[in-house]
Nanobody
Framework: QIQLIESGGGLVQAGDSLRLSCLVS????????MAWFRQAPGKDREFVAV??????RYADSVKDRFTASRDYVKNTVTLLMNSLRPEDTAVYYC????????????????WGQGTQVTVSS
């Protein structure tokens, strides 16, 4: 059974940091690109970051504030979010996929259930 389980969300103030984690099981972890997306109420799901073979790419809105990493021993993906802003408020999803356009949600086959991040001003 393939599972992606996110954790680490919460309520923080602007300027604070949060670390999200995604524990992956049931698939060959190193064969997949691992991405983070987010979705705010009333908006489309938005690309945040992707990491594959230890090379990461980021959305312009989070570049220089967020850092994605992956642990091939623990089969986990981490998103360190610094200098959080109210506009970062969303449900954050972990996703696994291969091939395709890295920022397109349709590229990703497997998704977690999401974790809520709320940033107050």
């Amino acid at each position: 059974q393939i599972q992606l389980i996110e954790s680490g969300g919460g309520l923080v103030q602007a300027g604070d940091s949060l670390r999200l984690s995604c524990l992956v099981s049931g698939l060959t972890f190193r064969s997949y690109s691992m991405a983070w997306f987010r979705q705010a109420p009333g908006k489309d799901r938005e690309f945040v970051a992707v990491i594959s073979s230890n090379a990461a790419r980021y959305a312009d809105s989070v570049k220089d504030r967020f850092t994605a990493s992956r642990d091939y021993v623990k089969n986990t993906v981490t998103l360190l979010m610094n200098s959080l802003r109210p506009e970062d408020t969303a449900v954050y999803y972990c996703a696994a996929g291969s091939g395709g356009t890295y920022y397109n949600p349709k590229t990703y086959t497997y998704w977690g259930q999401g974790t809520q991040v709320t940033v107050s001003s």
